[in-house]
């Protein structure tokens, strides 16, 4: 009994600490601190609901404790307590105040709905959002871009972001913009913001995750949504698709060993003959924080790691991302050398200009 209590109370402690530290501090996926409109709405609701809730409990359960103590079982007193079963004042009592309170939480709720239901601006950045197992594609139908992993948008601008699934169901969300959206194979969903103020004035990185359980790898379906200020973002916009720069014979080996190697089958990186459409686009690929949605860091090490990871025959093949498509296949060679060069021509294949 005691050991019981006192797990109570750590446990109390952890989640209270848990609770504090999710409300002040900005971790990178609280949903405390949102930073768009919509979220704000949400959050909005949440407290009238939190509020509303609150006061039910403690106008249920205050009483309910008082009746206990007050009414309980006494030697000898065999009284029974007054019997209110059929009172039609208590039940219709007891029945309004419940739909008041719901009415109270579902007014709002549908102001904002009916809001998320609105035309989106007609000068929107159109945004395609593509979920694959386990990697995220953002295509940019009106400027011609092609990205995966990082979503960059304008600061302060309308955008329209379509979802869509290359293969099983996913889900989209970045915890501080609010809103959350299953992404369907066969169907289009849709979401707008407008997207943030800067917090820093060189831009922002907000973190997203598949919330939708999608397979193998999952929990490493991660991306950024990228905020920048609009002049940056457009110098984005025009080297984002730019060919690779070849500067070294190094990078010169990589390409070559791309275009000869299965690589070019699977990835596309533009001005080049590699138009794969399986795998993420590698263009520019060296401005990205992150390889494999957000698993390793895009180091000369980590992308390192990540092709020896991808070698069939190794024994310890595939401990990144368990399940991954990037699978080379067995008795495929690919020389510590070999990686050498192709981390160096993905890596400089970048004009780091933005
Ligand atoms: Cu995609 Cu979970």
């Known amino acids: 009994m005691v050991s019981l209590v006192r797990l109570l109370k750590v446990l109390f402690t952890l989640s209270l600490a848990l609770g504090l530290t999710a409300c002040f501090e900005k971790l990178p996926m609280t949903t405390f601190h949102v930073v768009t409109e919509w979220g704000h709405d949400i959050n909005r609701v949440y407290l009238i609901t939190t509020i509303i809730t609150t006061i039910v409990f403690f106008a249920v359960a205050v009483p309910f404790c008082y009746a206990l103590w007050r009414f309980r079982d006494k030697p000898g007193d065999t009284r029974i307590p007054v019997q209110v079963k059929g009172n039609h004042k208590l039940e219709i009592l007891w029945t309004l105040i419940p739909v008041v309170l719901l009415i109270f939480i579902f007014l709002p709720t549908l102001e904002i709905i009916m809001k998320r239901h609105a035309e989106p601006d007609p000068g929107a950045l159109t945004i395609e959002v593509i979920g694959h197992q386990w990697w995220w594609e953002f295509r940019y139908p009106d400027l011609g871009v092609v990205t995966a992993n990082e979503m960059y948008v304008p600061e302060n601008t309308p955008i329209v972001v379509k979802l869509k699934s290359a293969d099983v169901i996913h889900a989209f969300w970045i915890p501080r913009w609010g809103g959350k959206m299953d992404v369907l194979p066969g169907v289009t969903n849709v979401l707008t913001y407008t997207t943030p103020t800067l917090e820093n004035p060189q831009g922002d990185y907000y973190q997203g995750h598949c919330t939708e359980l999608c397979g193998l790898s999952h929990a490493r379906m991660r991306y950024e949504a990228v905020v920048l200020p609009k002049a940056r973002f457009d110098s984005w916009v025009k080297t984002a698709m730019n060919p690779p720069l070849i500067a070294t014979a190094l990078e010169k080996k990589g390409q070559d060993l791309f275009m000869s190697k299965t690589c070019f089958t699977c990835h596309s990186i533009a001005g080049t003959n590699a138009v794969g459409m399986i ?30 990871d991808s070698i069939d025959s190794k024994a310890d093949y595939q401990t990144v991302k368990p399940g991954s498509l990037m699978v080379f296949a067995e008795n495929f060679v690919l020389t510590d050398d070999d990686i050498k060069a192709l981390t160096a021509y993905l890596q400089h294949s970048t004009a780091k200009t933005f």
Request: charged letters at 15%.
């Open 279 to 308: 795998g993420p686009n590698l263009t520019n690929l060296g401005n990205r924080r992150t390889i494999a949605a957000g698993t390793l860091p895009n180091s000369k090490d980590g992308l390192h790691q990540w092709l020896r």
